[in-house]
């Protein structure tokens, strides 16, 4: 059925230098952001961890809890976060039928996940040997990311001018904010930061739109708070 649809087939138009507005930026990130999720959707999917051993508890809201350990690999390119859904399953034995459930992850401890099990009122609490886990795969990010293109194209504030021009690779002043930083930069309740994350926020401070990246573990989330 897929294959009759008009344009199923047709190349994504390529990413220009320079866009005309912002429907055209649009048209163009549209489809592209819906072939990573067609992507995305298809890998996750298409991932189930068998042989998996289970530790049950109880949750103080009377739920039942799965604890265990899940081995991707370095070559994997999933990743389980909190909040992401799984789906458990067990597929019986001599005394009982196969079961299943999702459940949300509510915490990483060290390697160990801990699933919390929605809507099931039969949870082989009993077994601990011979489960998979299926990953749920949700759209939410990618939602967004067409739900913000849509915005920018229809919305004429949803972004400064500076910005709008910026992102569509038009040629632009460049900006610089006025304004009197602190002698020290610092959030209460959060860890000093470093010479490389002070001169981050008084760069990002100075100026209209800043892309601040590094690797795991250098600060990043910090340095934003």
């Not at 602190?182 to 930061?193: N, Y």
């Amino acid at each position: 059925e897929d294959l009759q649809k008009p344009g199923v087939d047709e190349e994504p138009e390529a990413a220009p230098r320079e866009f005309e507005d912002a429907f055209h930026y649009q048209n163009v990130f549209g489809p592209l952001v819906q072939l990573e999720a067609d992507e995305d959707k298809r890998k996750k999917e298409s991932q189930t961890k068998e042989n998996i051993e289970i530790r049950w508890q109880q949750g103080l809201n009377g739920r039942d809890v799965a604890v265990f350990q899940l081995h991707l690999g370095d070559d994997s390119d999933l990743r389980v976060m909190q909040g992401d859904e799984l789906k458990l399953k067990y597929p019986g034995n001599s005394s009982r039928g196969p079961w299943f459930a999702s459940g949300t992850v509510t915490k990483l401890e060290g390697d160990e996940i801990v699933l919390e099990i929605r809507g099931s009122k039969d949870t082989p609490t009993s077994e601990q040997y011979g489960f998979s886990i299926d990953f749920v795969w949700k759209p939410v990010t990618f939602e967004r990311m067409q739900l913000a293109m849509k915005q920018f194209a229809v919305d004429e504030y949803s972004v400064t001018g500076y910005i709008y021009h910026l992102l569509l690779g038009h040629k632009v002043e460049e900006q610089v904010v006025k304004i009197n930083l602190p002698s020290r930069i610092t959030a209460p309740g959060l860890p000093d930061l470093n010479h490389s994350q002070v001169a981050a926020v008084k760069s990002v401070l100075a100026k209209p739109l800043s892309l601040i990246q590094g690797p795991p573990g250098t600060g990043k989330t910090v340095t934003s708070a």
